[in-house]
């Protein structure tokens, strides 16, 4: 199984929005609505911030949105702050195995 | 509120094994719902899954590493394990233990991390 696909940086300036893509392929991505999209700080564990596609956990601001269209998912931050700075990572449930996006440095300009 | 606690050796030598131990605490093993996993983190890298198991016994590994991986369930301790077998220099990372939604595939609850350094 291969890693999906994530930018490995994408930034933007505070109040703005950004989007970051996870392409997969049609056995992870593309063929389960389990996509799950984690922040993560330096030298902190990763927290989640979308599961199943676009659903927000309790405590989530909802500035973040997910979605996804055929073999990719997109995470969007709207009116980005400068808390937002961080690493993102994209998972997909593939059958009975897992697998992550490389990871996306979010940077706050 | 369920927390996940990894323990175990920080520093491994050379084709020895490596052993972790996750306890969970606030909620139960045995209550289903949830796989047990690990998940690591090269230095200045992304997210690798290692594997799972369910409180049954069932486990699921990576195929890259499932040679030498072994993931082990203790429901009277509330914990579960890791073992790698054969490290390298390359099996160097933080390993974090948490926990997967079954239905939903996402992990809500993460271990803090434990950096493992293999180096004679």
């Known amino acids: 199984q291969s890693a999906l696909t994530q930018p490995a940086s994408v930034s933007g300036s505070p109040g703005q929005s950004i989007t970051i893509s996870c392409t997969g392929t049609?056995?992870?991505?593309?063929?389960?609505?389990?996509v799950s999209w984690y922040q993560q700080h330096p030298g902190k564990a990763p927290k989640l911030m979308i599961y199943e596609g676009s659903k927000r956990p309790s405590g989530v601001s909802n500035r973040f949105s997910g979605s996804k269209s055929g073999n990719t998912a997109s995470l969007t931050i709207s009116g980005l702050q400068a808390e937002d700075e961080a690493d993102y990572y994209c998972c997909s449930y593939a059958g009975s195995n897992v697998v992550f996006g490389g990871g996306t440095k979010l940077t706050v300009l | 509120q369920v927390q996940l606690q990894e323990s175990g050796p920080g520093l491994v030598k050379p084709s020895q094994t490596l052993s972790l131990t996750c306890t969970v605490s606030g909620g139960s093993i045995s209550s289903g719902g949830y796989y047990w996993s690990w998940i690591r983190q090269h230095p200045g890298k992304g997210l690798e899954w290692i594997g799972y198991i369910y409180y049954s016994g069932s486990t699921y590994y990576n195929p890259s590493l499932k040679s030498r991986v072994t993931i082990s369930v203790d429901t009277s301790k509330n914990q579960f394990s890791l073992k790698l077998s054969s490290v390298t220099a390359a099996d160097t990372a933080v390993y974090y233990c948490a926990s997967q939604r079954v239905s939903s595939g996402y992990y809500g609850y993460w271990g803090q991390g434990t950096l493992v350094t293999v180096s004679s």
């Open positions: 049609s056995s992870d991505v593309g063929s389960y609505n389990l």
